[in-house]
């Protein structure tokens, strides 16, 4: 797979992460509180979840970074630091070019 097809495949992941979050603000607004732990909750992140998983071992992401990326570095808005296993010094991954090249360094190894 070449960095300009993982690119595309990454942004269409965002995307769809940004439309479910967007829906769930709505519905969270709509219902004056929601949880995720709720039926709702569930099949809307539980799919996510899974599609995020399908979507790591689509582009070789055996790190499971992009789980990361979006849980613990807030969709890269914490800059957060990482490092692929080829990588000397800790990175910021701040945008999905970042992310791209942190999987890539860890399949190139």
């Given at each position: 797979m070449t960095t300009k097809?993982?690119?595309?495949?990454?942004?269409?992941?965002?995307?769809?992460f940004r439309l479910i979050d967007e829906a769930w603000t709505s519905l969270e607004?709509?219902?004056?509180g929601l949880d995720c732990d709720s039926q709702i909750g569930k099949a809307m992140w539980d799919t996510f979840s899974k599609y995020t998983k399908a979507m790591s071992s689509q582009i070789g992401d055996s790190g499971e970074w992009l789980d990361w990326y979006c849980w613990e570095n807030d969709m890269g808005l914490r800059m957060m630091e990482a490092k692929a296993s080829s990588w000397k010094k800790?990175?910021?991954i701040v945008n999905l070019e970042d992310l791209c090249r942190?999987?890539?360094?860890d399949i190139s190894c």
């Amino acid at each position: 797979m070449t960095t300009k097809e993982r690119m595309a495949l990454l942004r269409e992941w965002e995307a769809q992460f940004r439309l479910i979050d967007e829906a769930w603000t709505s519905l969270e607004k709509l219902f004056r509180g929601l949880d995720c732990d709720s039926q709702i909750g569930k099949a809307m992140w539980d799919t996510f979840s899974k599609y995020t998983k399908a979507m790591s071992s689509q582009i070789g992401d055996s790190g499971e970074w992009l789980d990361w990326y979006c849980w613990e570095n807030d969709m890269g808005l914490r800059m957060m630091e990482a490092k692929a296993s080829s990588w000397k010094k800790m990175r910021k991954i701040v945008n999905l070019e970042d992310l791209c090249r942190l999987i890539e360094s860890d399949i190139s190894c």
